[in-house]
């Protein structure tokens, strides 16, 4: 069985040490960074199945850091931070995080959520195919390589970008609530879910249609929920 390794990147040393205790009792392998340019340079350098990644750090934040990532890889980030706020959870969404805790955190949870990333990461999303690929007017769904393209050329998404493209292009024309969406791509029940939704649906659009606000593929049904055009 393949060893998984995690990669944890905060400033704060103790965090760092206390993080990976708890992982290698669950049989992870722990690479560990201070900033966000040693953690792209620890990324670079080791295979990293899933990413631990502090907001606020020296050199390059976590935000910044996550976008850099994104940029070329898709792999589980979960974003850790002192703030509470919704805007920077909202942020960290918005770039393509998977989960986010606000500190200080359990650090059991923590591993119960690196648990559940993995599982969903490493085998490459929860949705049978009956067919390898969906194809809606210019977008082609590859469900063996989980990739999405667009007049033949590739959609970067991010994982949970691309299980709710998953669930809507498998159903096309069916139209699904945004408590519906959550729970079947977080796996987990839904509380004040809207905007965790509404941000992943915004970013999709951006990336797939040609006016966003005029949508072709991935339409609002008003007062219900979430629907791709047949």
Same mark, same amino acid.
């Given at each position: 069985?393949?060893?998984?390794? /995690?990669? =944890?990147?905060?400033?704060d040393?103790? /965090?760092c040490?206390?993080?990976e205790?708890?992982?290698?009792?669950?049989g992870?392998h +722990? $690479?560990? @960074?201070?900033?966000?340019?040693e953690?792209?340079?620890? %990324?670079?350098?080791?295979?990293?199945h899933?990413?631990?990644?502090? !907001?606020?750090?020296?050199?390059?934040?976590? /935000?910044?850091?996550?976008?850099?990532? *994104?940029e070329? &890889?898709?792999?589980?980030?979960?974003?850790?931070?002192?703030?509470s706020?919704?805007?920077?959870?909202?942020?960290?969404?918005?770039?393509? @995080?998977?989960?986010?805790? #606000?500190?200080?955190?359990?650090?059991?949870?923590?591993? @119960?959520?690196?648990?559940?990333?993995? *599982?969903?990461? =490493? #085998?490459?999303?929860?949705?049978?195919?009956?067919?390898?690929? /969906?194809?809606?007017?210019? %977008?082609?769904?590859d469900? *063996?390589?989980?990739? %999405?393209?667009?007049?033949?050329?590739? +959609?970067?998404?991010?994982?949970?970008?691309?299980?709710?493209?998953?669930?809507?292009m498998?159903?096309?024309?069916? !139209?699904?609530?945004?408590?519906?969406?959550?729970? &079947? +791509?977080? $796996?987990?029940?839904s509380?004040? @879910?809207?905007? #965790?939704?509404?941000v992943?649906?915004?970013?999709? &659009?951006?990336?797939?249609?040609v006016?966003?606000?005029?949508?072709?593929y991935?339409? =609002? !049904?008003?007062?219900?929920?979430?629907?791709?055009?047949?």
């Amino acid at each position: 069985m393949e060893k998984y390794n /995690i990669l =944890v990147v905060d400033d704060d040393n103790e /965090i760092c040490d206390a993080i990976e205790i708890y992982l290698k009792n669950e049989g992870y392998h +722990v $690479e560990k @960074a201070g900033d966000g340019l040693e953690a792209l340079e620890k %990324l670079e350098a080791n295979r990293i199945h899933l990413i631990i990644l502090d !907001v606020m750090m020296p050199k390059l934040d976590g /935000i910044a850091a996550a976008y850099r990532i *994104r940029e070329s &890889r898709n792999i589980p980030i979960i974003m850790l931070s002192a703030k509470s706020e919704d805007t920077d959870k909202i942020l960290g969404l918005q770039i393509g @995080a998977d989960d986010y805790m #606000t500190k200080p955190f359990n650090p059991l949870e923590l591993t @119960a959520r690196v648990k559940s990333q993995l *599982r969903r990461y =490493v #085998t490459l999303g929860k949705f049978e195919a009956d067919d390898e690929r /969906i194809e809606l007017k210019d %977008l082609m769904l590859d469900q *063996r390589s989980k990739q %999405l393209f667009l007049s033949e050329e590739l +959609v970067k998404l991010t994982p949970k970008e691309y299980r709710i493209v998953e669930l809507l292009m498998k159903n096309s024309g069916r !139209v699904f609530s945004i408590t519906e969406i959550y729970e &079947r +791509v977080w $796996e987990e029940q839904s509380f004040h @879910a809207e905007n #965790t939704v509404a941000v992943h649906i915004r970013k999709i &659009r951006e990336k797939i249609e040609v006016d966003p606000k005029e949508p072709q593929y991935l339409k =609002v !049904v008003w007062g219900i929920g979430y629907k791709m055009e047949k």
